[in-house]
């Protein structure tokens, strides 16, 4: 799975995003960009034209600008901000991680985890730290079934977040094709430098389309993306925020419950 992804050291993209729940539908464009291993940023787009709303995270500060409201909150880079603000408890990193098509792996020993062959695909699951767990499914490439598995290019299909025997979420992972290194970004004017891609030439594949489910909620998003790029060109100041004049700004520390931790919501410690 790393193998597969490890040309890219970043990616942007654009699409939609479609969340139902909380009695409430919202339709948007959204973009994003992810550089790795921590950073994202992730703008939802008004349909009138123009941002609604933009989340940001260097992997240790998180902020999130809600324009229609003017309100500005910034804290750590936890799933419980995150969920604040795009409903789904999951780490900045994670989110990064599963839109570039990998998944988020617990922290954990060899003893912890298993990998089976089960009902046409891979399954790995993962027994990690304060009674969280973890389930991926994972298929070979189209042309890769009749290689031998130590051979075979893998796509995530599934990850699955449990603690204490709770999901806390689950992503499917669906319509894989390969993308292309993103250009350089060019000044119009000719006054600023080129800014070169992020990184080397790269194709790997990246899933179209991520259905998020939090079960007991009601709550579901799914973000189908075009437009992707790998290894995009990042400006200093990407994934930070500034608040904006007039914005109430809110200071979320965000403390988890029931002895939950980092782990528990799929981004694993150095």
């Known amino acids: 799975m790393r193998e597969n992804q490890a040309c890219s050291r970043g990616l942007t993209g654009e699409g939609s995003f ?7 539908r ?3 464009r959204s973009l994003y960009v992810v550089a790795r291993p921590t950073s994202i940023r992730f703008d939802v787009m008004s349909p009138i ?5 933009t989340l940001t995270s260097d992997g240790k500060n998180f902020s999130f600008s809600d324009l229609r409201e003017r309100v500005f909150v910034e804290g750590p880079a936890d799933e419980c901000n995150v969920e604040r603000a795009l409903r789904v408890p999951i780490p900045p990193s994670a989110l990064g991680e599963l839109l570039t098509g990998q998944a988020p792996i617990l922290v954990h020993v060899p003893g912890q985890a298993s990998l089976v062959w089960d009902d046409g695909s891979y399954r790995l699951q993962i027994q990690s730290e304060h009674q969280a767990s973890e389930e991926v499914r994972l298929v070979p490439r189209d042309e890769d079934w009749e290689r031998p598995w130590q051979e075979q290019r893998l796509r995530v299909i599934q990850v699955r977040v449990s603690q204490q025997g ?3 979420y689950e992503a499917e992972l669906g319509d894989h094709r390969p993308a292309e290194r993103a250009e350089p970004r060019v000044d119009p004017d000719g006054i600023e430098p080129d800014l070169p ?15 998020f489910v939090v079960p007991g ?25 500034v608040p904006p004049a007039g914005a109430r700004i809110r200071h979320s520390s965000c403390q988890l419950t029931q002895g939950s ?8 410690r150095p």
């Not at 034209?49 to 709303?53: S, T």
């Open 18 to 24: 479609d969340y139902l729940g909380d009695d409430a």
């Open 26 to 28: 919202v339709r948007a």
């Open 49 to 53: 034209g123009g941002v609604m709303a």
């Open 166 to 168: 709770l999901v806390l």
């Open 197 to 211: 891609p992020s990184g080397p030439p790269c194709a790997a594949e990246v899933p179209r389309r991520i259905r």
């Open 217 to 241: 909620s009601g709550r579901d998003i799914v973000l189908l993306q075009s437009e992707v790029k790998h290894n995009p060109p990042v400006f200093p100041g990407l994934f930070e925020q």
């Open 261 to 268: 931790s980092p782990e528990a919501a799929g981004v694993s």
